[in-house]
């Protein structure tokens, strides 16, 4: 089994930051990618950052330059940093990752989502 813990969502003010963290934990073999969804009210669910395997990452334009999205191999752990916080930016977000339990065999997992507010 694999567990993904999100921390860090909470309430902010306007232009502010606030650091999301993922971990993963258990039975992986290998992770090919990490990243960061989130979901507002009455929206679809929509990808705000990822970072692969290899280093590279792709943004939502809404956040480029202003979110950073990170990574810790030897935790197996994800970051976003996120500054310049807007009211749009509320929603709730979701880790996911995209990992290999035993070798060729890529599976998908989702946090269980925290809440990140940001006041006007």
């Known amino acids: 089994q694999v567990q993904l813990v999100e921390s860090g969502g909470g309430l902010v003010q306007a232009g502010g930051s606030l650091r999301l963290s993922c971990a993963a934990s258990?039975?992986?073999?290998?992770?090919?990618?990490m990243g960061w969804y989130r979901q507002a009210p009455g929206k679809q669910r929509e990808l705000v950052a990822r970072i692969a395997s290899i280093g590279l990452t792709n943004y939502a334009d809404s956040v480029k330059g202003r979110f950073t999205i990170s990574r810790d191999k030897a935790k197996n752990t994800v970051y976003l940093q996120m500054s310049s916080l807007k009211p749009e930016d509320t929603a709730v977000y979701y880790c996911?990752?995209?990992?290999?339990?035993?070798?060729?065999?890529?599976?998908?997992?989702w946090g269980q989502g925290t809440q990140v507010t940001v006041s006007s």
């Open positions: 258990g039975s992986i073999f290998g992770i090919n990618a």
């Open positions: 996911n990752v995209v990992l290999q339990r035993q070798p060729f065999r890529t599976e998908d997992y």
